[in-house]
């Protein structure tokens, strides 16, 4: 079937149970990762936020709105469920943050990239061993830009060795990968960039709760995208792995 044909098989009912399921799935999830990986100066900034995974298949199989509404209202119930925040702060950081950022977000570029959620792929493993191949290179990346700190290498010197990291890396550890290269690079920089935009969000709510906003980007802003991004990358797995699945029964276009 195409894209419209999928869209004209959908459920509207069972669409809305599923997006209930979403969010009751994403709020204890979220509450339990809240509970055990909270930042120390932050109430309600989880440093590891597997909820990311859901947030983002939720708002690319079911819309802007459904997803939004499960990725937003489960982080918020999260939160309540978990430390008992519902003021202006924990708005900020989870009904926006989470159903803007990291589900709203990932419906609107996947269809502006016109990424399939498929990614392309008739191996659903594929896709997991490339989400963590590239988190390997990226950590290589990373600690090529330590180095770099550490050698005191003058600019632009300074970009060579994460680059030739970057170049050397890349084709080592992405070569073999059954899937469509376009759709699962695609996939993984909307992932990067929605968890970019939540921590951001996330920052701007701990300066409302009186933080100042350079110590808000350090902490909860560093911890909270590495750990949104870790798990959204993750979540890119589950795309291939049931969306056509969720197509058939009416719930994904």
């Known amino acids: 079937m195409t894209t419209s044909e999928y869209v004209a098989k959908r459920d509207p009912a069972l669409r809305v149970v599923f997006a209930v399921f979403m969010g009751v799935a994403i709020a ?8 055990i ?34 990725g937003g209202l489960g982080a918020y119930a999260a939160g309540i469920f978990a430390y008992g925040g519902w003021g202006i702060v924990d708005i900020i950081m989870n009904p926006i943050a ?16 016109r990424v399939d959620p ?8 594929d896709v997991l061993s490339g989400a963590g191949r590239m988190l390997l290179l990226a950590v290589l990346v990373l600690a090529a830009g330590l180095l770099n700190i550490l050698l005191n290498l003058p600019m632009p010197w300074g970009f060579g060795l994460p680059l030739v990291v970057l170049f050397v890396g890349a084709p080592a550890l992405l070569k073999g990968l059954e899937l469509n290269r376009r759709h699962f690079f695609s996939a993984i920089g909307i992932a990067i960039f929605i968890c970019a935009v939540s921590a951001f969000i996330g920052a701007i709510g ?21 750990g949104d991004t870790v798990s959204a990358i993750l979540g890119l797995y589950l795309l291939p792995l049931y969306t056509q699945r969720l197509r058939d029964a009416g719930i994904a276009e």
């Open 28 to 35: 204890a999830v979220g509450a339990m990762m809240m509970t």
């Open 98 to 113: 989470g159903g803007f950022a990291n589900a709203m977000l990932p419906y609107f570029l996947f269809k502006a990239l």
């Open 118 to 125: 498929t990614l392309g792929v008739e191996k659903p493993r």
């Open 37 to 70: 990986g909270s930042s120390p100066t932050v109430k309600g900034a989880s440093f590891i936020w597997l909820p990311a995974a859901l947030q983002l298949v939720a708002g690319v199989w079911l819309g802007p709105l459904l997803g939004g509404l499960a």
């Open 206 to 226: 701990a300066t409302v709760g009186g933080k100042p906003f350079m110590a808000a980007v350090v902490d909860p802003g560093i911890g909270w995208f590495s």
